[in-house]
């Protein structure tokens, strides 16, 4: 399995991790329609290299690379790969 990161409910869309993205693969940002409509922010498994950058800011433990996600939250791969399968 390609390794990329996971953004989890936990997510309190602090937009820190937006600001750390190299690649800009997390969305919506604020400015974006759709950014109230949205409990939380998502990661493009297909733009994110892994950098690890979101995972380390992330204060609330709502991000993981793939291989070190919970198997609780494994869930959470599909849902954050749906939201841009809708863009």
């Known amino acids: ?3 990329f990161s ?3 409910d936990k997510c309190i869309k602090d937009m820190k991790c937006i600001a750390v993205c190299q690649k800009k693969a997390i ?3 604020k400015e ?3 950014y109230d ?3 939380q922010l998502y990661i493009n498994p297909k733009k994110c290299m892994t950098c690890g950058s979101c995972v380390a800011i992330c204060e609330n433990e709502a991000v993981f690379a793939v291989e070190d996600l919970p198997e609780e939250l494994a869930h959470f791969v599909e849902i954050n790969a749906d939201y841009f399968k809708k863009k």
């Open 32 to 34: 974006e329609a759709g």
């Open 6 to 8: 996971v953004i989890t």
């Open 27 to 29: 969305h919506p940002r």
């Open 1 to 3: 399995m390609p390794s």
């Open 37 to 39: 409509g949205v409990k």
